[in-house]
């Protein structure tokens, strides 16, 4: 197989390969391809791998540089959202896979094409969708009530000032480039140039995630992942805020029957099932030398468990912005 070489630098590597623990033969699931750095070194350790990604851009470019000679391919992709997981597998002829790896979020490539939309360090269409079809960011900010914009952005971007923004984004309309609507977030909130952080960055993240719907494919994803781990299979997250890190930590937790116990103000209501994931394991965040070679992994938290013998749970709930 001939790679080559990688767009970005793949996020905790290392650590992301040492959590699955990869063995020659295995089936491991790449969720969120990407530019293929988990991959590569899933199938250099002699994994089959399983690629899923709903960007057509990087399927057609994993394609180019990930065609295999074996048969049957060590190296399968699925061009899908990873809440398919499961359904994909299943039209591969896959029960069940040892190694389920995530890597929420936006991507380097997306991040670094001004056309695609997602950031505001150089003007382009304000767009931010992922899988290139659906509702895009203009379609939202230009079309949706000022009550829900305020809603996504307070939600989905911890945006204290929210509806300030919103009417802001109401009497501009319509907005058509990621650089009209930084600048409306940034003359609403009294941005001076120079300061250390762009307040604009809250209202991207959180317009980005209602568009690609990032928080209820993650339940989803998560779920997914949940039924289709063998027991003793290992499951890797790296997110990259605190809204992605809370649901997989809860997730986690629950999954290894770490509820807080019943009190005499709020009984326990019925036994508790069998832990279907091991212990999880602490945060575990890049280190000094990581974060100077690469920026954008001074964020990055990675999270992972064993997948026990327990049967999975079920589809669960309390999804949407509430989440």
């Known amino acids: 197989m001939s790679a080559a070489p990688a767009p970005h630098i793949p996020v905790l590597l290392d650590e992301v390969v040492a959590a699955l623990h990869p063995e020659r033969g295995s089936l491991v699931v790449d969720a969120t391809f990407g530019a293929g750095g988990y991959t590569r070194r899933l199938l250099g350790a002699g994994a089959t791998v399983h690629a899923f990604d709903r960007d057509p851009d990087a399927i057609a470019a994993g394609r180019a540089w990930g065609e295999v000679s074996e048969s049957p391919p060590r190296l399968v992709f699925h061009a899908r959202r990873f809440s398919e997981l499961a359904e994909g ?58 009550e829900a914009i305020a809603d996504v952005l307070y939600h989905y971007g911890e945006e ?20 009209q609507f930084a600048d409306v977030v940034r003359k609403a909130l009294g941005y001076r140039p120079g300061a250390p952080k762009d307040p604009a960055t809250r ?28 027991p003793g299979g290992r499951l890797a997250v790296v997110s990259f805020h605190s809204l992605e890190d809370r649901i997989v930590k809860q997730f986690l937790r629950e999954g290894a029957g770490a509820l807080p116990a019943g009190s005499r103000h709020l009984p326990m209501s019925s036994p508790a099932a069998a832990p279907v994931f091991e212990k999880p394991s602490a945060a575990i965040r890049p280190g000094a030398e990581e974060q100077a070679r690469n920026p954008r992994a001074r964020s990055a938290t990675l999270r992972w468990a064993v997948r026990t013998a327990a049967p999975a749970r079920g589809a669960g709930s309390g999804k949407g912005l509430a989440a």
């Open 89 to 146: 597998l299943a039209e591969a002829g896959v029960a069940s896979v040892q190694g389920v790896v995530f890597d929420i979020g936006v991507s380097s490539m997306q991040l670094d094409q001004a056309a695609r939309g997602f950031a505001f360090s150089s003007n382009g269409p304000l767009d931010m969708r992922m899988s290139q079809s659906g509702e895009s960011a203009a379609d939202f900010l230009n079309g949706a009530s000022e």
């Open 160 to 179: 204290r000032q929210s509806r300030r923004i919103a009417r802001a984004v109401v009497a501009a309309r319509p907005l058509t480039t990621t650089g």
């Open 203 to 230: 209202s991207f993240q959180a317009v980005r995630i209602h568009v690609n719907g990032e928080l209820d494919e993650l339940h989803a994803g998560l779920a997914a992942a949940e039924r289709m781990l063998a």
